[in-house]
C-alpha cells in the first residue's frame, strides 16, 4: 500500500470519526417530530406518542445490548414498574380530580428511582453471568416481577391493571401530552447521549469487544455492567411512568416477556450498532404495528416477516443502510 | 514511565516474588512449585519448550487464575489469589501472546479508553470522552509506532500491529511491572527490531521492570540480562544468558531440540 492512500485512508477514518451517522439522523427525526402535528387527526398524534415511549424504553434497552454486548430478555420488568410506580401514585389523585401538573411531574419522575432499586436488585444477579446466561437469567427475573404485579390484586389489582388514570389538565390533550413526551424523551435522549460518548460509554464498548482483556486494564467488569444494569433499568422506567397517563391503564402485560421482546426487535431493526438504532426501530416497528393492525389480525405474522428479513438481509439493521450509504458518497468525493 | 508513587509500603529491592507457586489442570500440574524473584529495575525472560507451565506462571502472577499452593508478592503486597483488575490497579500491567485488543474501537479508543481508566475516568459519565486523556494517549502512541494507524478499527490492523496494540494497552496501565507473553510473535524482522528496542528503551530509560517470554532465541539471549528456565511446570534455572547458553540440562531438554 502506497504511502499516499495510507494517508488518505487514515483521512477517511478521521471524518467517520467526526460524523456519526446518529446526529444527522437524530436531527431530522427530531424536526420531524416537532412538525408530526401538522398531520390531521387525533390517531397520528397516539402513534407518535406510543412510537416516542417505546423508543426511549429502546434506547435504554440499547445501553445493555449495543454498548455492553449482552441481552436482556427483562427489560420490561423495568419499563413496567416505573408505569405501576407512576400509576399507583397518580390514580387516587386522578379519582379525586385534584391532579396538578406539578404533581403530575413529580408522579412520573418518581418511577425512576423505584425502576433503578429494582434494576440493582437483578442486575446483582444478572450481572455474574454473560451471554445466553444472562439473557435466561434477566429473563427470569421478568418474569417473577411480572408475576409478583400479576398476583398481588390488593396493591396492583392483578390482571385488572390500574384504570383511569388521566394526565393533568393543562397536559390532557392529545397534542399537548404529545409534546409533553417529546421533551421528556427528548431530555432523556441526550442525557443518554452524552453517557455512550463519555468515558463511562466507552467503559462499555471495552466491556462489549473484549470483557476478559478489560479486567487486565484494571476494571471491575461486574462493577461496571452493575452500574449500566441500573442507569438502564431507570430509563427504562422513565419511558414505562410516561405509558399511563398516555394508555389511560397500566396492566401486568407491561412487565411481560412479550414486552421485553418489544426493545429488541426495534433494536435489531433500527441498528443496535447505532444510538439512534432502537428510535427508528421503534418508528417502523410501532408504526407498523398501529396501522397493519387495523386492517389485519395478523400482527404477528407482520412482525414476524419483518424480523426475518432484517435478520437475513440486513443484520445491521436499517441505520446501516444509511451508514454505508454516506460512506460511499463520501468515499466518491475528492 | 515516570510515574514514583509515593507509598508508604517499605520500597523493597524485589518487585515480585513468588513462594512455591502450584497449579494443577486436572492431572496435569502446570506450575509445580516455582519460587521465583524478579528485582525492580529488571529485565528478564523466561523460556521453556511448549506446555512449559510459562502462560501458567503468567496468568497466576496476574490474576487470571488461582494458585493451588503457593503465594504471589507484588511489590511488598500479598496479591495472591487477587482478580485481574485489583492486581492491574497495582501496577502490573500484561501484554497477551494471542493479541487481545478491542476490535471494534479504532487504535486511538482502545488506548484512550485504557488511559481514561488508568486515570480514573471509568465512571465519568458527562465528559467528552474524544477529549479527556489525550497528551499520554498520543504519547503512547508515538512510542509503540501506532500514530498512522490511529483511525485504523483495531480489528482492521495486521497482525504486527495488533502485538504493537497490545503493548500500547499495557503501558496505558503506567505500570510499574510490564509482563509480556511473546511480544515479538506473528511480527516482521523490523516490528521485532522496533519492538525490542523499545522494550529496551521502556527498561533503560524509564526504570519499568520487565517480565518477558519469547520463543525467538535470538530475542531472548540478546535482551534479556537474566533468564529462566521452566520445564514441565518446574524451575530448572536461572541465570545470565551466558550460563543459561553454557548448560547442559538446557542444551538437552529445550536448546537440544532445536540446535
Redesign the interface.
Known amino acids: 500500500m502506497s504511502q499516499k492512500s ?2 488518505s ?2 483521512l477517511l ?2 471524518a ?2 467526526r460524523l456519526d451517522i446518529s446526529i444527522p439522523v437524530l436531527l431530522v427525526l427530531a424536526v420531524l417530530f416537532v412538525l408530526l402535528p401538522l398531520i390531521p387527526g387525533e390517531f397520528i398524534l397516539v402513534v407518535g406518542t406510543e412510537i416516542l415511549i417505546l423508543g426511549l424504553f429502546a434506547l435504554s434497552f440499547n445501553l445493555i445490548h449495543g454498548f455492553m454486548g449482552q441481552i436482556s430478555f427483562g427489560h420490561a420488568a423495568f419499563f413496567g414498574l416505573g408505569a405501576y410506580t407512576t400509576a399507583l401514585i397518580l390514580q387516587p389523585l386522578t379519582a379525586a380530580g385534584g391532579l396538578g401538573t406539578i404533581t403530575f411531574l413529580l408522579a412520573i419522575l418518581a418511577a425512576v428511582p423505584v425502576s433503578a432499586l429494582g434494576a440493582l436488585v437483578v442486575g446483582y444477579f444478572c450481572v455474574r453471568l454473560t451471554g445466553i446466561y444472562f439473557a435466561m437469567l434477566s429473563m427470569a427475573f421478568g418474569e417473577l416481577i411480572f408475576y409478583v404485579v400479576f398476583s398481588w390484586y390488593s396493591f396492583t389489582k392483578g390482571d385488572d391493571g390500574i384504570q383511569g388514570l388521566m394526565p393533568p389538565p393543562l397536559l390532557k390533550s392529545p397534542v399537548v401530552y404529545y409534546y409533553f413526551t417529546f421533551v421528556v424523551v427528548a431530555l432523556a435522549a441526550a442525557l443518554l447521549w ?2 455512550t ?7 462499555l ?2 466491556l ?3 470483557p ?2 478489560t ?7 461486574r462493577r ?1 455492567m452493575l ?1 449500566n444494569f441500573v442507569l438502564a433499568g431507570s430509563f427504562a422506567g422513565l419511558a414505562g411512568a410516561l405509558w399511563g397517563p398516555f394508555a389511560r391503564s397500566v396492566s401486568p402485560t407491561l412487565l411481560g416477556w412479550a414486552q421485553s421482546g418489544v426493545p429488541v426487535f426495534m433494536s435489531l431493526i433500527g441498528g443496535a450498532g447505532y444510538f439512534a438504532g432502537p428510535l427508528v426501530g421503534s418508528i417502523v416497528y410501532t408504526g407498523l404495528n398501529s396501522y397493519v393492525t387495523r386492517f389485519t389480525i395478523y400482527w404477528p405474522l407482520t412482525i414476524g416477516l419483518v424480523i426475518l428479513a432484517m435478520v437475513l438481509f440486513l443484520p445491521g439493521g436499517l441505520l446501516s443502510v444509511v451508514d454505508g450509504w454516506l460512506k460511499a458518497k463520501r468515499r466518491g468525493e475528492p | 514511565m515516570t510515574v514514583t508513587p509515593i507509598e508508604t509500603v517499605a520500597a523493597t529491592d524485589t518487585i515480585l516474588e513468588t513462594r512455591g507457586l502450584t497449579k494443577d489442570f486436572g492431572g496435569l500440574r502446570a506450575t509445580n512449585d516455582v519460587s521465583f524473584t524478579l528485582a525492580r529495575g529488571a529485565k528478564e525472560a523466561i523460556i521453556g519448550p511448549n506446555g512449559a507451565g510459562k502462560s501458567t506462571f503468567f496468568a497466576l502472577v ?1 490474576g ?1 487464575h488461582r494458585p493451588d499452593a503457593g503465594s504471589v508478592t507484588f511489590d511488598g503486597q500479598d496479591v495472591t489469589g487477587l ?3 485489583e492486581i ?2 497495582r501496577g502490573m ?2 501484554a ?1 501472546q494471542v493479541s ?7 487504535v ?2 482502545n488506548v ?3 488511559v ?3 486515570r480514573g ?10 477529549r ?1 486523556a489525550l497528551d499520554r494517549t498520543e504519547e503512547i502512541l508515538a512510542l509503540c509506532r501506532l500514530a ?6 483495531a480489528g482492521e490492523l495486521s497482525q504486527g500491529d495488533k502485538k504493537k496494540l497490545e503493548l500500547a ?1 499495557a503501558l ?2 503506567e505500570p510499574r511491572l510490564l509482563l509480556l507473553d511473546e511480544p515479538t510473535a506473528g511480527m516482521s524482522l523490523e516490528e521485532t527490531r522496533e519492538t525490542m528496542a523499545l522494550v529496551d528503551d521502556l527498561n533503560e530509560s524509564h526504570g519499568l521492570t520487565i517480565l518477558f517470554t519469547e520463543h525467538d532465541m535470538s530475542v531472548v539471549f540478546n535482551h534479556a540480562r537474566r533468564i529462566t528456565l521452566l520445564h514441565r511446570g518446574r524451575m530448572i534455572l536461572s541465570g545470565s544468558p551466558a550460563e543459561v547458553r553454557a548448560n547442559d540440562e538446557v542444551q538437552s531438554i529445550y536448546l537440544g531440540g532445536q540446535a
Do not use: M, W
Open positions: 495510507l494517508l485512508a487514515s477514518a478521521a467517520r470519526d452524552r453517557i460518548r463519555s468515558p463511562f460509554g466507552y467503559t464498548r471495552l462489549r469487544d473484549n476478559a482483556r479486567a487486565f486494564l484494571g476494571i471491575d467488569v461496571v452500574v | 496476574s487470571r482478580p485481574p483488575h492491574a490497579r500491567s500484561r497477551f487481545s485488543i478491542f476490535n471494534r474501537l479504532t486511538l479508543e484512550r479508553s485504557a481514561q481508566v488508568r475516568r471509568a465512571f465519568d459519565f458527562f465528559s467528552d470522552a474524544r479527556v498512522d494507524r490511529r483511525h485504523v478499527p494497552l496505558a496501565g
